[in-house]
């Protein structure tokens, strides 16, 4: 199936070029020959060498995004497009997989009405035909004239034709459902979270929390203690590329 009438070109594998593989080598060569700082001379040239790694820092930082973003936007332009062109399909596929679960439902009651009524039937003909072997034995057991023999094999063959009509039950097969090929039934899990706070308080678990450094660099500072945060100063020295 073809979606959209002009087919996305490919973007081909990107490679790192070979001036900024180079301008990088350079400056970490660089900053690896400062071992130590022991006076000025080489505190300026710590200086001269981090100005050197932040500018290329903000170059390359500056460059990815520019490369990335007509990527990311033509993304949410596609995902979009594709969200729109399904949304009607979407709804419909809802409404009928609700509907054939209201009638495979209602299958499965008449099934297990069905059956019921099957085991109830099947019963009494066991008990009828347990019922009319007991009166043939009986007949059997009494025989003295001609008139109760006829009377005791009268009684036997409708013994048998019971016993007949049981295995015919049995044979018979199960109600099933009646379900289109390929369609099943099944239970999903659906949910709407009401009150994240409850929730977090009863199963913290299905929650998933993790810190903001950009709140807890504006609001926090090691003379306040915030339960479960380790914070402490530090003391650096940074050079701007001004």
């Known amino acids: 199936m073809k979606l959209v009438k002009q087919e996305v070109q490919a973007v081909p594998l990107p490679a790192i070029d ?11 060569m ?17 200086r001269n060498a981090a100005v050197a790694i932040r500018s290329h ?6 460059e ?10 033509g993304q949410k332009m596609l995902i979009q497009l594709a969200n729109d ?7 419909e596929l809802d409404r009928l997989e609700r509907l054939a679960a ?19 039937r099947l019963a009494g003909l066991l008990q009828e035909r347990l019922d009319l072997e007991h009166q043939a034995t009986v007949a059997a057991s009494s025989v003295t004239t001609e008139a109760e023999l006829a009377k005791a094999i009268e009684a036997e063959q409708i013994a ?24 099943q039934l099944r239970t999903v899990l659906c949910w709407e979270c009401t009150d994240i ?5 009863a199963r913290p678990d299905l929650c998933k929390i993790t810190p903001s450094a950009a709140c807890i660099l504006d609001s926090c500072v090691p003379e306040m203690p915030v339960p479960g945060l380790k914070l402490w100063w530090e003391t650096r020295s940074t050079f701007s590329t001004r």
């Open 18 to 28: 070979g001036a900024a593989e180079e301008l990088r080598d350079k400056l970490a």
């Open 30 to 46: 660089a900053a690896m020959s400062i071992k130590v700082i022991t006076d000025n001379a080489s505190n300026l040239a710590a």
């Open 57 to 62: 820092i903000r170059d390359v930082e500056a």
């Open 64 to 73: 990815r995004q520019r490369l990335t973003k007509p990527l990311l936007a």
């Open 85 to 91: 062109h399904l949304q009607p399909l979407q709804g």
């Open 102 to 120: 209201d009638y495979l439902q209602a299958e499965a009651r008449r099934v297990e009405r069905e059956r019921a009524d099957q085991d109830k």
């Open 160 to 183: 048998k034709e019971a016993a007949w009509a049981v295995q015919t039950a049995i044979a018979q097969p199960l109600a099933r459902m009646d379900k289109a090929r390929g369609q």
């Open 197 to 201: 706070v409850a929730l977090y308080k």
